[in-house]
Structure formats: C-alpha cells, structure tokens
C-alpha cells in the first residue's frame, strides 16, 4: 500500500552488512568455479589416457598441458576464497568492536551527565553532613549508655529534684478515724456444673 504518512522507512541494514554480502557471493561463485573446474579436469585425464591407448600421444601431451593450468588456477582460486573469508571474518569482527565502542560512548556520556548532576562540592557535603549526624548520633548514645561523668550526674539529679520539688503536691490527710478491719466474706461454694450430653 505504500508509505500512508510520506515518513521513508530506515534500512537496517548498513553498508557493512551489504559488503560482507557481496563478498559471500563472490566466495560462494569461486567454489561453484571450483567445482567446474574439478569435473573438467577428472574429464581431460580420463580424456588423456583415451588418447595415450590410441597412440595419440602429441595430443594427450596438449590436453596435460592444459589441466597443469587448471591445476594452477584452482590453486589461485583458493587463494582468492581464503583472501574472501579473511575479509569478511574481519568486517564482521569490525562490526563487532564498533558496537563495543558505541556502547562505550554510551556509558561515557552516561556518567558525564551522572557527574554533571553531582559535583564534587556536593558529594563532599553529603558526606560532611552524613559524618556530622552520625557524631551527633553517637554522642546520643554514649549519653543513653550512661557514660556521663559525676559532673554531668550531680547536674541531672538536680534538676531532677528541682522538677519534682515543683510538682510536688501531697493529697490531704483525712480527719477522720480509719474504718475497722472488715470481716472477709465467706467463700461460695463452687457447684459441679451439669455434663452435656449429645443427642442421638
């Protein structure tokens, strides 16, 4: 149906990709070269021998000939076809250490706005501030633990019995006589309670 919005679609594949494939073929064409060029030869051999049975030996000697060339040409062909294979083994090994350093280059900017956000001056701060309340805190708890010296004891006690003096108020005595002992009732007692017994 077509682009709907005019927005052009990005190829995922990049030039990289599009070289290693290239060279993939151009591999795969050299074996199928190959391939050809091995039949002629089990061909020309069988063919020389032919001719070497029926005394043509001039032309046994030719046909020789040519299949040392094709000898020679499969020899360069491989040549050719590890140089392919190098090739590609060292795009793809390229694409691979690009990707590490994008990711790099990712984690690096990463932490630069990281520190951008908190600067040094900052983190001393924080730091400062967080070693000032655990101080503080600890004194607290020296203070709770009851190690106080006798100076900071006698001062506690009296402003302890200052506070108390001034909240100190006795309740009234009465003027009347106290009641005589009273007499404990009698204890009641306990009946059995009367077993339950279960319908059937």
Do not use: W
């Amino acid at each position: 149906m077509g682009n709907l919005f005019g927005r052009k679609r990005r190829s995922r594949v990049t030039e990289q990709d599009k070289a290693v494939l290239q060279l993939k073929q151009q591999r795969d064409k050299l074996r199928q070269y190959q391939k050809r060029i091995s039949l002629n030869l089990e061909r020309e051999r069988a063919l020389a021998r032919q001719l070497l049975k029926e005394g043509k030996k001039e032309k046994a000697l030719l046909l020789l000939k040519k299949k040392r060339y094709q000898e020679q040409l499969l020899d360069r062909t491989d040549n050719q076809i590890s140089n392919l294979e190098r090739m590609v083994q060292d795009i793809e090994f390229t694409q691979i250490e690009m990707k590490v350093i994008e990711g790099l280059k990712i984690g690096n900017e990463c932490l630069n706005k990281m520190h951008q956000v908190m600067s040094i001056e900052e983190v001393e701060r924080i730091i400062g501030e967080t070693q000032d309340a655990v101080e503080y805190q600890r004194q607290i708890d020296e203070l709770l633990a009851g190690s106080l010296t006798e100076e900071d004891e006698d001062a506690i006690l009296e402003e302890l019995n200052t506070i108390t003096q001034e909240q100190l108020e006795l309740p009234e005595v009465p003027s009347e006589p106290l009641p005589e002992e009273i007499a404990e009732p009698t204890p009641v007692k306990n009946r059995p309670k009367p077993e339950l017994v279960a319908a059937s």
